[in-house]
């Protein structure tokens, strides 16, 4: 599987839009970039996914580079309850398992 | 519509006990895993079931972990002989098929005396 590298932790201001990168430079054609995030005592909540197009739901924007090595997690306004634990992970086409890494520890401040 | 449930949500047990953790899946979803999350690290892969059956236990630690899904809905993961290196938040999560998007409960944090 693909690794991963994010940053360990990132601070952001409310209502600013954080950007969470992740470095994917080994992903193959058809593995697919997903992200999680975990909230502090809570299981890891689905945020977003994508293949080759930048993707956007009520949630986040991805944002895949043209050669699929980096992406990028976009919330657009940030809330003090977005203060989690984002996982970045790479998982194959096919494949049942998530191979979490260590996460950004993101802290949103007032 | 109601999540993953698992239950309980918090268990204290003595070394050498036996434990059993509970997760039920999203109505319909077919496909179930088990994850085990030590502090400060991100959640690792322990088992999936396709239906009733295990498809996957690659990820079971040893011989004192054990996993069941009788009838293709709620699953439980039984741990024989507990140790203190057990402890850890256990998670359950669920798809509607094995390659799609995967839902988590809340987890059961398990202590080991």
């Known amino acids: 599987d693909a690794k991963t590298t994010q940053p360990t932790s990132m601070d952001c201001a409310e209502g600013r839009a954080a950007n969470l990168p992740c470095n994917h430079s080994t992903i193959s054609g058809n593995e697919y970039v997903y992200w999680y995030r975990q909230i502090h005592s809570q299981g890891p909540q689905y945020i977003i996914h994508?293949?080759?197009n930048n993707e956007t739901n009520e949630m986040a924007s991805l944002i895949i580079t043209e050669d699929r090595k980096s992406s990028t997690l976009i919330l657009p306004h940030a809330t003090l309850r977005d203060t989690a634990v984002y996982y970045c992970?790479?998982?194959?086409?096919?494949?049942?398992?998530?191979?979490f890494g260590q996460g950004t520890r993101l802290t949103i401040n007032p | 519509g109601a999540g993953v449930s698992q239950t309980p949500s918090n268990k204290v047990t003595e070394k050498g006990k036996y434990v059993e953790l509970r997760c039920d899946p999203i109505s319909g979803h077919t496909a179930l895993y088990w994850y085990r999350q030590s502090l400060g690290q991100g959640p690792e892969f322990l088992i999936y079931f396709q239906g009733t059956g295990a498809a996957d236990d690659s990820g079971l630690p040893n011989d004192r972990f054990f996993a069941v899904r009788p009838e293709g809905s709620v699953s439980t993961l039984k741990i024989q002989r507990t140790e203190r290196g057990d402890s850890a938040v256990y998670l359950c999560?669920?798809?509607?098929?094995?390659?799609?998007?995967?839902?988590f409960g809340p987890g059961t944090r398990l202590t080991v005396l």
């Open positions: 992970i790479v998982r194959p086409q096919g494949a049942q398992k998530l191979v």
């Open positions: 999560a669920s798809s509607p098929g094995r390659t799609d998007t995967q839902y």
């Open positions: 994508g293949l080759k």
